[in-house]
């Protein structure tokens, strides 16, 4: 199946994934730092050259108003989360992807995945060839050898029929970097993927948007033709036919013309067109932004209902959209295992943690998860609660705002929340500015669901310079016991690396595994028939007050 021949499915560049912000980050914008076009903290690692130059003020301005989270949208929905390092680190890998109560959504989102993550592998494969040819050659190792692959999604829009995701990847080697961003529509009673015919009635929306779009796009040549110079009456009205046929041809009424349309909350419709399909390639992505007023009425009922445009008179085909979604239990496809930790022994060891333990007078280890939350930390959050411990979870501010629940239950139920930046970037790869971005988008979203900041960061792959260490404004908790549970998905395995952690540690975990969310009931039960006390990291390094851009691997000794 081509990827073409599904209009719902934009494959597109970065330049289009900036357009696509600016909508998404109008119903977010509460977590998002006034998005602008030339630096929205998505597209981070991505030089986007044209992006710019496609918005128009207007459609720049609509992205500034303030909302706050939506949650209702992500009802249902988890994050299940890969990463691979290869070749000791030079090409890395981090993927997410939704999990939903259909399963056929889930695996539709998991094959799409794979396909990135399998790529990832090849291009890895032959960068570690070329590295090694001239490490032979030289002796000297390449600066920059490895591939870089990060997938990240949002829900845009979701309610009981239907559900629509927006998925970026990004790959980079060396300094180059493209993104892509892929956007699904799905059926979310049937798992079946939508086109954007799917969304309208019939095929007359091919014919309205063909004729708004044109009418448009002809203005927009003739006061271009006004402002630029040519040499003659004749190089105008030359210049400005053949623009018009561009715009006659890139806007027949045909679905792949009108394969991007985004619908905004704000009641507006953008109309994407390729590069080339109406300018010259200098124009780059071009956006028609309508009301949405002037389409509703070829809407499908159920993508009324979506989009929350009132349906006056509900016509007898109408989807049975008002039937709430059960909620069951959920499991994700490529776990066929249970999502939780198994049951814990017959008498779980229930660890006496006092919530003014001194680190100083009694044994304390933290035990922290990174890259959650995902679709296993409620398993993982369901246990530490029976067993009465307290932990820190390094989460990711895009994975927060899937799950936002997740993040206000780690906080009711006593754990820390640290910073492990907005969508895993490495760190030592970004600007200042970039840095800043990662690190306070996160901090914002965190404040907005638990009403307090970020205290601590942790740099994904523990990647940091001296650079990075003078521009985080936040102390850098690292590690002293890593049980290597990315690698080694054996819950005993990794059980028997954590238990005999000194007194003091900061242990490593991730709470994007299976096998560690059940390595943890023998962890507890190891740890605490030592005495040791389970604490937040902030409890265990407690006094002296933590440095920003100071790291910390364990306890200070007192
Ligand atoms: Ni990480």
């Keep these: 199946m081509s990827m073409y021949r599904f209009g719902s499915r934009l494959n597109v560049i970065v330049a289009l994934f900036i357009v696509l912000i600016l909508f998404t980050g109008c119903a977010t914008s509460g977590v ?22 496609t ?27 890969i990463e691979e390092k290869e070749n000791e680190g030079r090409s890395l890998l981090h993927v997410a992807y939704p999990v939903t109560e259909q399963e056929a ?59 629509s995701f927006a998925i970026e990847q990004y790959r980079s080697l060396g300094n180059t970097g493209s993104t892509d961003v892929t956007v699904y529509f799905f059926d979310r009673m049937s798992g079946t993927e939508l086109t954007i015919s799917d969304l309208f009635i019939d095929e007359s929306y091919l014919e309205r948007l063909s004729t708004l779009t044109r009418i448009e796009l002809e203005q927009r040549a003739l006061i271009q033709a006004e402002g630029l110079d040519f040499s003659s009456d004749l190089a105008r009205q030359e210049w400005l036919q053949g623009q018009q046929e561009r715009i006659r041809t890139g806007t027949e009424p045909i679905e792949e013309n009108f394969d991007s349309i985004l619908f905004e ?12 399909q109406v300018g010259p390639g200098s124009d780059g992505v071009v956006e028609v932004t309508l009301p949405a007023a002037s389409i509703t009425d070829l809407l499908t009922p159920a993508t009324r209902e979506l989009l929350g445009i009132e349906v006056k008179a509900p016509s007898p085909t109408a989807l049975p959209s008002a039937t709430p979604v059960p909620a069951p239990a959920l499991t994700p496809t490529p776990m066929p295992e249970a999502q939780t930790a198994p049951p814990p022994p017959a008498e779980p060891m229930v660890v006496q943690t006092e ?18 939350p995902s679709v296993f930390t409620n398993g993982l959050l369901d246990l530490l609660k029976e067993r009465n411990v307290r932990a820190t979870f390094f989460v990711l501010g895009q994975s927060a705002r899937v799950q936002p629940e997740t993040i206000v239950r780690m906080k009711q139920e006593g754990h820390q929340i640290g910073n492990h930046t907005w969508d895993h970037s490495n760190l030592t790869q970004l600007s200042d500015a970039l840095i800043q971005e990662q690190i306070e988008q996160t901090d914002n979203l965190i404040i907005q669901l638990t009403g307090e900041p970020t205290q601590l960061l942790r740099p994904p792959y523990g990647a940091y310079d001296e650079y990075v260490l003078s521009v985080a404004q936040l102390p850098i908790i690292l590690w002293s016991v890593d049980p290597l549970d990315w690698k080694d998905r054996d819950a005993e395995l990794v059980a028997s690396r954590i238990s005999d952690a000194p ?26 028939n030592r005495g040791v006390n389970f604490v937040t990291v902030s409890q265990l390094l407690a006094p002296p007050a933590l440095v920003s851009g100071q790291t910390y691997r364990r306890q200070i000794a007192p």
């Design 32 to 53: 998002l730092p006034t998005p602008t076009a030339t630096a929205t903290p998505e597209a981070t690692n991505t030089p986007a050259p044209e992006a710019t130059s």
């Design 55 to 81: 918005l128009t003020p207007e459609a720049t301005a609509t992205a500034f108003h303030e909302e706050s989270l939506n949650s209702s949208k992500y009802d249902n929905v988890f994050v299940y989360t």
């Design 105 to 163: 959504i889930n695996t539709h989102l998991e094959e799409f995945s794979q396909k990135f993550i399998d790529e990832f592998r090849t291009t890895a494969a032959e960068q570690e060839e070329t590295y090694q040819a001239y490490l032979r050659d030289t002796g000297e190792k390449a600066v920059s050898s490895g591939a870089l692959y990060n997938q990240h999604f949002d829900v845009i829009m979701a309610n009981t029929s239907l559900i």
């Design 265 to 276: 909350d704000g009641g507006t419709v953008r109309v994407l067109f390729d590069r080339y």
């Design 355 to 372: 919530s003014e333990v001194n680190c100083a007078d009694v044994p304390c280890v933290a035990l922290t998860f990174d890259d959650g």
């Design 503 to 528: 007194i003091g540690s900061i242990i490593l975990a991730h709470d994007i595994h299976e096998t560690t969310v059940a390595a943890m009931p023998s962890v507890i039960d190891a740890l605490g």
